[in-house]
């Protein structure tokens, strides 16, 4: 049985505090007992600079294949496509570029997805994949190097502080006037088809992220003669990787924050789903 109109507009006074607001994802599904999902998307507003759909622009140099597109379901992260990225073992490294319309990075973050199937394919070193940010092409360049320990096999978010670099050449990158990015891969063999892949480049600010990165949904049941709305808050696999997640809420459309769980860090990787529920009796 599904709680009457008073009760939904009840626990709506219980998690706002105020009759005149309402919940930016609540008030669906407490007159059903069916799930009601709701996801404001990873990471909110990120400003894409690839999506990986198409091979445009990109180029290969070293041990680095043509890249390829990739349009295959569940192979992808994102967007219709993601790119193959295959190596023919010579050198021992190779890398894709991109000359990008010019962007503001300064003091923001920057992500990229990786896929490796098998990272002992690739060098074991601290910068065995190497992000690279570039101003005017890339003879002043910022650095930012990935551990082939700190990969998993699979799917990785490489995430990067832009203003933190690894390491710089000539003058270092100008984090206000990029228009350059590279992924440089060190490997001991060659990689073939869709062994390796990248998928989606984007930045954003760095205080904006993860805010409403929570997926919850409302479920309202009988249990004996009470009635109790379950919230679940819930990141999935491929969601806010490379986080430390330390707290889930709802958020109304003040900006304010209800039913909040805090609780110890946990680290976030592709490895890991996490979800916490909350249960509200109605007597």
Do not use: H
């Amino acid at each position: 049985m599904g709680i009457v109109l008073t009760g939904k507009n009840l626990v709506r006074d219980l998690l706002t505090g105020n009759s005149t607001d309402t919940l930016t994802t609540g008030g669906v599904g407490v007159l059903t007992t069916a799930w009601v999902e709701s996801d404001t998307g990873l990471f909110g507003g990120t400003t894409q600079i690839d999506a990986c759909d198409a091979v445009t622009g990109w180029a290969n140099a070293g041990d680095a294949n043509a890249e390829t597109l990739n349009t295959t379901a569940g192979e992808r992260q994102e967007g219709t496509g993601c790119l193959n990225l295959p190596m023919t073992f010579s050198a021992g490294s190779g890398t894709w570029s991109k000359t990008i319309s010019t962007q503001n990075m300064a003091a923001d973050k920057l992500y990229a997805w990786y896929y490796i199937a098998d990272k002992s394919a690739l060098t074991d070193a601290t910068d065995a994949v190497r992000i690279i940010l570039g101003t005017g092409g890339y003879t002043n360049i910022n650095n930012y190097d990935f551990a082939r320990d700190n990969l998993n096999n699979g799917w990785n978010t490489l995430l990067v502080d832009v203003d933190t670099a690894t390491s710089t050449g000539g003058t270092g990158a100008d984090e206000t006037d990029i228009d350059s990015i590279r992924i440089k891969v060190k490997a001991d063999s060659s990689i073939s088809t869709n062994n390796q892949r990248m998928d989606n480049w984007r930045f954003l600010s760095a205080g904006t992220d993860g805010v409403t990165d929570s997926q919850n949904a409302f479920d309202s049941t009988d249990v004996a003669s009470d009635k109790v709305i379950k919230i679940a808050y819930t990141l999935a696999n491929t969601e806010s990787n490379g986080y430390s997640v330390s707290e889930f809420a709802l958020v109304d459309t003040n900006g304010d924050l209800f039913l909040r769980e805090v609780f110890t860090g946990i680290d976030k990787d592709a490895n890991t789903q996490l979800q916490v529920d909350s249960l509200i009796y109605i007597l």
